[in-house]
């Protein structure tokens, strides 16, 4: 413990000779508002070369999906259970990179429209045989007209919200950190890093309303992915930095909103994090793989 802090650390990451103890200032709150953070650290390089390196390292989302059930988590990495993929994932990857990366990135990594009918002198609808047919000489992910307007209309609603547009004014997109967090190789894949240290981490999510969206940032471990994320940038670079989450609907009005996630939220998250990777080690020295429903649950109140 550093002897200059009377207070307990904000947050420790590594163990022993390796532990390094954070504290508020770390994180910015002592600094002026044009402090800036060399983003170099930072690993740049293409979604599918990150994902193919998933079975080597730990991830946010395969640490949320042991601690929802450790018996899933082993099937998926032994691929006894494929990973699902549906058209809402692919509108929301389209949305982020459009949002995120811009639109000529966005115009290469997909084909948007389709066969037009000569009939009507419109597009073929995304079910018919002329679109399939068409979608399958296409080198990448196709979007239908339909699915196409929905991402531009969450772009526009994301540009339009004045907070949002400052949080990602500058910054590194899509960037990669890596590194051993309490013995296990790690990696995250992190939506937004602002070089301005009272913003830093900002994760965009894509939501079905924003009315329950606080409910979902607990119940689908949003909060703990971000604790995650918090945790490997300050291995790579020594600074704990605040985290913003922006949230913009999928359908109408398409709302957009912007979240502070608070420390105290992150580093209760990253306590059930560790301890669940602690659990993840005794689980391959063990062999038991759990399902958390093993013995009985007692409903205490309506």
């Avoid at 084909?111 to 068409?134: D, H, L, R």
């Avoid at 907070?163 to 997109?173: E, I, K, P, S």
């Avoid at 937004?192 to 079905?208: H, R």
């Avoid at 709302?255 to 992150?266: E, K, N, S």
């Amino acid at each position: 413990m550093n002897t200059r802090h009377h207070q307990p650390p904000l947050v420790s990451t590594g163990q022993g000779d390796f532990r390094r103890d954070l504290y508020p200032e770390d994180l910015g709150m002592n600094s002026t508002a044009s402090e800036t953070l060399d983003l170099r650290f930072l690993i740049r390089e293409p979604a599918d070369v990150y994902h193919a390196k998933g079975k080597d390292y730990l991830s946010a989302h395969r640490l949320n999906e042991f601690r929802r059930c450790p018996l899933l988590y082993r099937k998926r990495e032994m691929d006894l259970v494929p990973e699902g993929d549906s058209t809402a994932f692919l509108i929301g990857r389209a949305a982020h990179t459009l949002i995120l990366e811009g639109r000529p990135r966005y115009e290469r990594e997909y084909a948007v429209g389709g066969p037009i009918n000569p009939k009507t002198g419109q597009p073929f609808g995304s079910q018919t045989k002329a679109f399939a047919e068409w979608a399958e000489q296409q080198s990448k992910p196709v979007l239908s007209d339909v699915h196409a307007a929905l991402v531009e209309q969450m772009a526009a609603s994301v540009r339009g919200h004045a907070t949002a547009r400052d949080l990602f004014a500058a910054g590194v997109a899509e960037g990669v950190v890596r590194g051993h967090y309490l013995g296990h190789t790690s990696q995250a894949r992190i939506d937004w890093i602002n070089p301005a240290t009272a913003i830093g981490i900002v994760d965009l999510k894509t939501a079905d309303d924003l009315d329950s969206f606080e409910f979902a940032l607990r119940a689908l471990g949003y909060v703990h992915q971000l604790a995650f994320y918090r945790a490997m940038v300050a291995i790579a670079c020594g600074r704990v930095l605040p985290v913003h989450v922006v949230a913009v609907e999928k359908r109408e009005p398409f709302r957009c909103g912007v979240w502070l996630i608070a420390p105290a939220a992150l580093e209760q998250a990253r306590e059930q994090n560790e301890e669940a990777m602690r659990e993840l080690r005794r689980c391959r020295s063990n062999g038991d793989w759990f399902t958390r429903f093993e013995g009985i649950r007692t409903v205490e109140q309506l």
